[in-house]
């Protein structure tokens, strides 16, 4: 009988032999067996899979970096008022993003050319969070024209807690003012930035409080005596 494999070697001839010996009423038959034993050699093929199988594979492979929690979105709109250090003419300007808890990996955006003390950048640059409470350092640099004899130099920073982005459920929208010194503030200009947290959030966490005013406990002499 035809046993081969539940009729997976049903062939041409062999059904052309069942048709005669059980005669034309067996036609509707004989179709039903061509069909499930076409349809049962593409199962155990293992070459033929829809398209839906090779989607949840591909996306199955696809995971997130060990140790990431989130990805933080940065828009650098503009910068201006940064002090322009060339002599004789307009500096070239670029932006540099880093997270203080992963400060060794650092992205640029393009060189603005000739940019000056007002470079507008329009460029979006994309950070990986390992550590909530770190905060974003962004960095204003002059490109060296002479790079063996000058290297980039540092126009101003500002960093940003990524607790106030959580605060502000995950977006923020500011302009913020840049420092020449990481010891003490000074003005270097300003940086408008789009900030944008997409990621796990903390149950807890903490908020640091507004700045308070340095001479605000202090009393100043009179000087009408």
């Known amino acids: 009988m035809l046993s081969c494999g539940s009729y997976q070697c049903c ?14 009423s067996s036609f509707p038959f004989l179709l039903f067996l061509q069909r499930n034993s076409a349809s049962n050699l593409m199962n155990h093929s293992g070459k033929s899979s829809s398209p839906q199988s090779i989607n949840k594979q591909s996306e199955t492979n696809v995971e997130t970096p060990e140790g990431v929690i989130g990805y933080l979105d940065v828009f650098i709109h503009q910068a201006h008022n940064i002090h322009n250090i ?34 507008v950048f329009n460029e979006k640059l994309q950070l990986s969070v390992q ?53 003490f503030h000074s003005a270097a200009g300003f940086v408008q930035l789009s900030i944008s947290y997409v990621g796990s ?21 009179d000087f009408r005596e």
């Open 11 to 24: 062939s041409s001839s062999a059904v052309y032999t069942v048709f005669h010996l059980l005669g034309s």
């Open 86 to 119: 060339c002599i004789y003419h307009k500096q070239d300007v670029y932006a540099k993003l880093s997270l203080t808890g992963n400060p060794e990996i650092a992205i640029e955006s393009k060189v603005i050319r000739s940019a000056g003390g007002n470079p």
């Open 131 to 183: 550590n909530i409470e770190s905060s974003l350092r962004c960095e204003i640099w002059m490109r060296s024209a002479v790079p063996s004899h000058l290297e980039d130099q540092l126009l101003g920073f500002v960093l940003i807690p990524l607790s106030n982005v959580i605060v502000a459920k995950g977006k923020l929208e500011k302009e913020f003012a840049l420092s020449a010194n990481d010891l």
């Open 201 to 221: 959030y903390p149950d807890v966490m903490a908020v640091a409080p507004p700045p308070v005013a340095v001479f605000a406990d202090t009393a100043l002499p």
